[in-house]
């Protein structure tokens, strides 16, 4: 079955720069999607197709694109950034399929 | 308030059944598309199910054949009907929106946990 491959975990201090990938063959033919998770809470889309921000997503969440692989850019990482970050997309099955990636845990240190 | 509200989880047995609800409110309900995802503690978001606002229907092979999703218009409600459940399905459901302008799921109620155990 089709993956979404995330890193684990990525690891940055206060002020700095956090980018998780997230690589998976049918990317270049489907939009991504970026989900962030806090504890005991449910999922809060932060981009949508690719690289779009959903009003209330502050502007140091960005998204961008590149043959197999999208990443999520989080500029200026605050603490309250520190979640969990899955991307989603769809495979090439020719049926709706959606897919999430694994997860990536953003530790602010 | 645009909201989804989860129920019916709860202890199962191995073999047996459970339906789960979703209730909407603050939207036409009717004119969306809806998702069940689901996430065993600890663990990834998984997508379970999708239904279109026509009735059209979407699983992944993992519950193909055992779980139903189903929505009734009328009381802006959606439903999951699970059969033959297996320890595997242990997870946390949530019901999800998925936006008509981009596709996003951009509301999720706050989950159900299911669990399957003898």
């Known amino acids: 079955s089709y993956e979404l491959t995330q890193p684990p975990s990525v690891s940055v201090s206060p002020g700095q720069t956090a980018r998780i990938t997230c690589s998976g063959n049918a990317l270049p033919n489907h939009f991504s999607y970026w989900y962030q998770q806090k504890p005991g809470q449910a999922p809060v889309v932060v981009i949508y197709k690719d690289s779009e921000r959903p009003s209330g997503i502050p502007e140091r969440f960005s998204g961008s694109s590149s043959g197999t692989t999208v990443t999520l850019t989080i500029s200026g990482v605050q603490a309250e950034d520190e979640a969990d970050y899955y991307c989603?997309?769809?495979?090439?099955?020719?049926?709706?399929?959606?897919?999430f990636g694994g997860g990536t845990k953003l530790t602010v240190v | 308030e645009v909201q989804l509200v989860e129920s019916g989880g709860g202890l199962v047995q191995p073999g047996g059944s459970l339906r789960l609800s979703c209730a909407a409110s603050g939207f036409t309900f009717s004119s969306y598309d809806m998702h069940w995802v689901r996430q065993v503690p600890g663990k990834g978001l998984k997508w379970v199910s999708a239904i279109g606002s026509l009735g059209d229907t979407y699983y992944p092979d993992s519950v193909k054949g055992r779980f139903t999703i189903s929505r009734e218009n009328a009381k802006n409600s959606l439903y999951l009907q699970m059969n033959n459940l297996r320890a595997e399905d242990t997870a946390v459901y949530y019901c999800?929106?998925?936006?008509?302008?981009?596709?996003?799921?951009?509301?999720w109620g706050q989950g159900t946990m299911v669990t399957v155990s003898s």
């Open positions: 999800a929106r998925e936006s008509s302008m981009n596709q996003a799921l951009d509301i």
């Open positions: 989603q997309s769809a495979d090439n099955s020719g049926t709706p399929n959606w897919v």
